[in-house]
């Protein structure tokens, strides 16, 4: 059974930065495609960044340049880095193992099938 833990969330001001990180347990994590999405309160859930088995990255429009998705086979560990944060950056953030990587960023908008685990989540504020 795949379970996903996220950590490193926070309280940040404008321009700040947090580092979050998702471990898995269980599974094949090597051939995982992972991605990270979020959701704000009121919001639709928002695919974020997602990492390919083989380390190809792909990012929504509004953290390009900003998030970096990166992973540690060793630890079974994937990070977002998250610098030059913004308001509407607050959100709760999830990582998540893609079933259809295919789809790329959309797969983890999906109301099914797009994703095969996630976890709970953890909380990011950005205040001005």
């Known amino acids: 059974q795949v379970q996903l833990a996220e950590s490193g969330g926070g309280s940040v001001q404008v321009g700040g930065s947090l580092r979050l990180s998702c471990t898995i347990s269980g599974g094949t994590y090597s051939s995982y495609c992972m991605g990270w999405f979020r959701q704000a309160p009121g919001t639709d859930r928002e695919g974020v960044a997602l990492?390919?088995?083989?380390?190809?990255?792909r990012y929504a429009e509004s953290v390009k340049g900003r998030f970096t998705i990166s992973k540690d086979n060793a630890k079974r560990t994937v990070h977002l880095q998250m610098n030059s944060l913004k308001p509407e950056d607050s959100a709760m953030y999830h990582c998540?193992?893609?079933?259809?990587?295919?789809?790329?960023?959309?797969?983890?908008?999906?109301?099914?099938?797009?994703?095969?685990?996630w976890g709970k989540g953890t909380l990011v504020t950005v205040s001005s």
């Open positions: 990492i390919e088995y083989d380390g190809r990255t």
């Open positions: 998540a193992t893609l079933a259809r990587c295919d789809m790329g960023l959309a797969a983890m908008i999906l109301d099914y099938g797009g994703m095969d685990n």
